[in-house]
């Protein structure tokens, strides 16, 4: 379960946050997690509440929210969205590459904002 240690290098980043705020209560994290980032929302959610059950972010919410999956053609530089969206290699509806498209958002996994006190 690699959600264990995503919501790990989350706390600890959010507990870098607080300490360099001098904040004492996380209210609101909000991760932003892309399609190709495979993260279970509902497998991170529970490893993050196992986590911070018995420290001073208990109760905290956490927000996330899917960023969906944007390819560039590298022929014809068309930016589309795959189908099945999940896919990294997809025919480009321009020209029909199928391979080479940069990702351009989709596999991204990062904390947008943290709502502190
Ligand atoms: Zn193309």
Redesign the pocket.
């Known amino acids: 379960m690699h959600e264990l240690s995503i919501a790990q290098s989350l706390l600890a980043l959010i507990e870098d946050e607080m300490t360099k705020h001098g904040k004492e209560k996380l209210i609101t994290v909000k991760v932003r997690h892309g399609r190709l980032s495979s993260v279970v929302p509902e497998a991170l959610s529970m490893a993050f509440e196992v986590l911070t059950a018995d420290s001073r972010l208990a109760g905290a919410a956490l927000v996330m929210e899917e960023t969906p999956v944007l390819l560039r053609?590298r022929?014809?530089n068309?930016e589309f969205t795959p189908e099945p969206p999940t896919a990294a290699f997809a025919p480009?509806p321009?020209?029909g590459?199928e391979l080479g498209h940069t990702v351009v958002s989709g596999r991204e996994l990062y904390i947008e904002y943290l709502e502190l006190e």
């Open positions: 053609c022929d014809c068309r480009c321009g020209c590459q």
